[in-house]
């Protein structure tokens, strides 16, 4: 997938979200991004079950152009990626 289609998915999440946040029903939701379903399934049921979802595939973008721009290995991007979610889901968040 390049830039802009990447660009395009997030564009089409987030209004997906909008969506969601206006409380469309479940339902007609699934109807409505029937297409986007049949496409992008894992992404799809991410946005109804994620509320941070849209901040995860832009964080998956920023390191997509970073691997582009600077050289930013496949490995190192995994790594970053994987420590953002390990900080997310397993450290104590501080009250």
Do not use: H, W
């Not at 997030?10 to 209004?15: A, G, H, M, Y």
């Not at 973008?61 to 997310?88: H, V």
């Amino acid at each position: 997938m390049d830039n802009i289609a990447y660009s395009n998915l997030i564009k089409e999440v987030n209004v997906m979200l909008i969506d969601l946040n206006d409380n469309m029903d479940f339902e007609i939701f699934d109807s409505k991004y029937y297409e986007f379903k049949q496409e992008n399934p894992k992404i799809f049921e991410m946005v109804k079950s994620d509320p941070n979802c849209l901040d995860k595939l832009l964080q998956i973008q920023k390191l997509r152009l970073d691997k582009e721009q600077s050289g930013l290995s496949q490995y190192d991007a995994s790594a970053a990626f994987g420590q953002s979610m390990a900080n997310e889901y397993l450290t104590p968040k501080q009250t």
